[in-house]
């Protein structure tokens, strides 16, 4: 552009620019800001962003229920992946009490689930089974137990507490809810654990019993002890979480502590399929997961609970692949690096 053309262009535009700026709209007549709307389902990426979209159909108050998580240690956990071995013949099945599992993912138990979605316990059922997990029923279900089995096509265990006033009425319903199992939930991480609930539970039922909420390998032992089929490490009770990051560096001592007689499981703030692979380097046989099917029920109902175990479950095989571990079987503790511990001060792998 040329300097005469380049001052014609400037003398148009210095008129406009010495104007005065027109006044404000009034404020009757200022268009609000639209509120963000809803995402696609199918246009997620991964487990982490269906909790904005809980929070958009929740608000704040009910959402703060279902959010959360103590990630210090696990973000600090990397794996080690191993390239040239074929996993063409990619193989995630387990076994886990006398049940066949499409992956070792689990739908764990938060109760009375109509607080986030109208349908509650029955969505979060069809959504597990379309995605081929099985689910574990709070004892504090909002529907009835019978309900929630009719729509499950996979396993269902149930949940309950031990000392709980209502232990008898729930355990004579296990048989409605077509239960494989009964998961247990004592307080753990004070030291030691009331196991008269335990005995209870194991008396009052046939079915294999897992104990839930265990951080200690001498626990791990003494539920072994008093009958327990199966464990699950722990430090959430309610849906709170206690001052005890690190849950998966408490998985391999408990691991130890019960020399393969029982499968140990585990709980506690996995929301990717990288941290359910740690997990089950360190020696868990299945992970259960609670806030991110919670974020997806709220957020689309059913298909969202579908979508969240779907994702977990495509990554847990991604990473399987790239870490050179064609099956279960093949995952072990050579497979990760640890370059965080526990707290200064802390104690609890004993």
Same mark, same amino acid.
């Given at each position: 552009?040329?300097? &005469?053309?380049?001052? /014609?262009?400037?003398? #148009?535009?210095?008129?406009?620019?010495?104007?005065?700026?027109?006044?404000?709209?009034?404020?009757?007549?200022?268009?609000?800001?639209?509120?963000?709307?809803?995402?696609?389902?199918?246009?997620?990426?991964?487990?982490?962003?269906?909790?904005?979209?809980?929070?958009?159909?929740?608000?704040?108050?009910?959402?703060?229920?279902?959010?959360?998580?103590?990630?210090?240690?696990?973000?600090?956990?990397?794996?080690?992946?191993? !390239?040239?071995?074929?996993?063409?013949?990619?193989? @995630?099945? $387990?076994?886990?009490?006398?049940?066949? %599992?499409?992956?070792?993912?689990?739908?764990?138990?938060?109760?009375?689930?109509?607080?986030? %979605?109208?349908? =509650?316990?029955?969505?979060?059922?069809? =959504?597990?089974?379309?995605?081929? #997990?099985?689910?574990?029923?709070?004892?504090?279900?909002?529907?009835?137990?019978?309900?929630?089995?009719?729509?499950?096509?996979?396993?269902?265990?149930?949940?309950?507490?031990?000392? +709980?006033?209502?232990?008898?009425?729930?355990?004579?319903?296990?048989?409605?809810?077509?239960?494989?199992?009964?998961?247990?939930?004592?307080?753990?991480?004070?030291?030691?654990?009331?196991?008269?609930?335990?005995? *209870?539970?194991?008396? &009052?039922?046939? @079915?294999?019993?897992?104990?839930? /909420?265990?951080?200690?390998?001498?626990? #791990?032992?003494? *539920?072994?002890? %008093?009958?327990?089929?199966?464990?699950?490490? +722990?430090?959430? %009770? =309610?849906?709170?979480?206690?001052?005890?990051?690190?849950?998966?560096?408490?998985?391999?001592?408990?691991?130890?502590?019960?020399?393969?007689?029982?499968?140990?499981?585990?709980?506690? +703030?996995?929301?990717? =399929?990288?941290?359910?692979?740690?997990?089950?380097?360190?020696?868990?046989?299945?992970?259960?997961? /609670?806030?991110?099917?919670?974020? &997806?029920?709220?957020?689309? &109902?059913?298909?969202?609970?579908?979508?969240?175990?779907?994702?977990?479950?495509?990554?847990?095989?991604?990473? !399987? $692949? !790239? $870490?050179?571990?064609?099956?279960?079987?093949?995952?072990?503790?050579?497979?990760?690096?640890?370059?965080?511990?526990?707290?200064?001060?802390?104690?609890?792998?004993?």
């Amino acid at each position: 552009m040329g300097t &005469g053309a380049a001052a /014609g262009v400037l003398g #148009a535009i210095t008129p406009a620019l010495s104007q005065p700026a027109k006044p404000a709209a009034p404020a009757a007549l200022r268009i609000p800001n639209p509120p963000p709307l809803q995402v696609p389902r199918a246009d997620l990426v991964n487990v982490l962003e269906y909790e904005p979209q809980a929070r958009l159909v929740l608000g704040p108050a009910k959402s703060a229920l279902i959010t959360g998580s103590d990630r210090t240690i696990t973000d600090r956990i990397t794996l080690r992946p191993r !390239m040239n071995i074929p996993t063409r013949d990619l193989d @995630l099945t $387990c076994t886990l009490f006398g049940d066949q %599992h499409f992956t070792p993912i689990i739908v764990g138990p938060i109760a009375d689930q109509k607080r986030f %979605h109208p349908e =509650g316990e029955v969505a979060m059922a069809r =959504g597990a089974s379309a995605a081929k #997990a099985a689910m574990v029923i709070s004892s504090d279900a909002s529907l009835p137990l019978s309900a929630i089995a009719q729509a499950a096509t996979t396993p269902l265990y149930l949940q309950v507490y031990a000392n +709980s006033p209502k232990l008898k009425s729930v355990l004579a319903e296990s048989g409605a809810a077509k239960a494989r199992a009964v998961f247990v939930t004592v307080n753990s991480g004070t030291g030691s654990v009331d196991w008269k609930g335990v005995d *209870a539970v194991v008396k &009052g039922t046939s @079915l294999p019993v897992i104990v839930k /909420g265990l951080t200690r390998p001498q626990e #791990a032992k003494e *539920a072994l002890a %008093h009958g327990a089929k199966g464990v699950v490490v +722990s430090n959430y %009770h =309610g849906g709170n979480a206690a001052a005890l990051p690190g849950t998966l560096l408490l998985i391999e001592p408990v691991v130890q502590a019960v020399g393969g007689q029982i499968p140990v499981l585990v709980d506690g +703030s996995f929301r990717r =399929g990288t941290d359910i692979l740690k997990a089950l380097a360190f020696g868990a046989k299945g992970v259960l997961i /609670g806030r991110p099917v919670m974020w &997806g029920l709220a957020a689309y &109902g059913a298909d969202g609970v579908q979508g969240a175990v779907e994702m977990l479950q495509t990554e847990l095989a991604r990473y !399987m $692949c !790239m $870490c050179g571990r064609p099956s279960l079987a093949a995952v072990n503790n050579s497979l990760v690096r640890v370059h965080a511990a526990l707290p200064a001060g802390r104690n609890d792998h004993g």
